[in-house]
């Protein structure tokens, strides 16, 4: 095997460990899960490690827009973006930097492995809780340490840094060997889908996002201004802005009407009182 490949493969599984929402070295939730987990992040993260950082952040902007809009429900997910980020891309990247094909692998890896080790991880983790609830009661707090930090960072090391190693260690021959088999056809079958996907994603997040039909206009607008008067994305976001502040000042919702609001609703308390209670 490569031993190039095998230091990027290493690479990418630390900083799919340092992604997790459990690791306190990236600050948790803050700096790991919601900046460093994120898939555009790791295709520049990605992008670097293997030396083209184009390819990298084009692969992470596809996954990216595939799950802009997934979200946990009661604490359960459909997929586990961390997994999904590094283990899809930096398998892409390790094999045909396309960004397609990162959308497929990187859905294939999150919603499989990376659910399953997920759970496994959480449902391990009750054993540690127990164990730290026991130190407590003794007052052990080496016990406590031990069984709340130290041995819970070890088992997601090991489920997070070494799954994602072993991908994309192990399974760039496989894909390599399985695209060389599979017919051209299939390949671009594969292409489209995986370039479908983060529109699909896109249009999740407008549902969430639009409640009124109407305000499909300004998504049209912009739309137009880009596909058709080849404007960069900057200038709509300038303009966006204006848009926004001139609605924001017609809809009556500045500082001023706020506060005429409130006089007014002070001047006419008494209206409010429910006068069967006095």
């Not at 827009?65 to 892409?92: D, K």
């Amino acid at each position: 095997m490569n031993g190039t490949l095998f230091i990027q493969a290493c690479l990418v599984g630390l900083l799919s460990y340092l992604g997790a929402v459990d690791c306190p070295w990236m600050y948790g939730v803050v700096g790991g899960f919601y900046i460093l987990g994120r898939p555009l992040v790791a295709g520049l993260m990605c992008g670097l490690i293997f030396g083209d950082v184009q390819a990298g952040v084009l692969c992470g902007l596809a996954v990216q827009a595939v799950f802009i809009a997934s979200m946990h429900t009661g604490g359960t997910s459909n997929t586990e973006i961390t997994y999904a980020s590094y283990g899809g891309i930096g398998l892409a990247m390790a094999t045909t930097q396309n960004p397609a094909i990162a959308v497929t692998l990187a859905i294939f890896i999150g919603q499989t492995f990376g659910l399953l080790f997920y759970n496994l991880r959480m449902a391990g983790f009750s054993y540690y809780n127990h164990k730290a609830e026991k130190a407590c009661r003794e007052l052990d707090k080496r016990g406590l340490i031990m069984n709340q930090i130290v041995y819970p960072q070890i088992v997601t090391f090991l489920v997070r840094a070494v799954p994602v190693w072993a991908a994309i260690y192990f399974g760039k021959v496989a894909v390599q060997r399985l695209l060389d088999v599979v017919p051209v056809t299939i390949t671009d079958i594969i292409t489209v889908l995986g370039g479908v996907l983060p529109a699909l994603g896109i249009a999740m997040l407008m549902n969430m996002l639009i409640k009124k039909k109407v305000e499909l206009i300004y998504f049209c607008f912009g739309f137009v201004m880009i596909a058709f008067a080849h404007l960069s994305t900057v200038a709509l976001v300038f303009i966006a802005a204006l848009i926004a502040y001139l609605i924001f000042n017609m809809s009556g919702h500045n500082g001023q009407n706020q506060d005429d609001s409130s006089k007014v609703a002070v001047d006419t308390a008494d209206e409010y009182e429910d006068k069967d209670l006095f």
